[in-house]
């Protein structure tokens, strides 16, 4: 699940980063994405992604926040690329979204032993901090 507040982050900041992706932290609890930390695109590129985030943020395990990893895709699908599912690395198993920009369909997977498994986008009202 995936607060309406956060999804709305996603696009705001993914739309502001065009032409290139754009990528962030997302802070899950209990299975629900309640927060949304932007980052900057190392790469600074419209085809792959290198998250630059701000350390702080990856304290939020210590509040009892899941980690996971969101980046946008500018021309194509909501769907993993190769160089994604290949450069998984710390991200692997973890929540993991993408937003393709061309549809603008939001969709999560987790990435494990080279494959991407889809699990459901399910929005809802709710506060996010």
């Known amino acids: 699940m995936i607060a309406d507040e956060v999804r709305a982050a996603l696009e705001r900041h993914a739309r502001a980063e065009e032409p290139n992706e754009a990528c962030g932290l997302l802070l899950l609890r209990g299975g629900t994405a309640e927060r949304y930390v932007a980052a900057r695109n190392a790469a600074a590129s419209p085809y792959r992604f290198e998250l630059a985030a701000d350390p702080d943020a990856l304290l939020a395990e210590d509040e009892g926040y899941e980690l996971g990893v969101f980046h946008s895709h ?13 450069n998984i690395g710390l991200w692997e198993g973890r929540a993991y979204m993408i937003l393709s920009l061309r549809t603008s369909e939001l969709a999560a997977f987790r990435i494990t032993g080279g494959r991407a498994l889809a699990e459901p986008v399910v929005t809802h009202a709710g506060a996010a901090s």
Not at 74 to 86: G, H, I, K, L, N
């Open 74 to 86: 500018t021309a194509s699908p909501a769907r993993p690329s190769r160089a994604d599912v290949e």
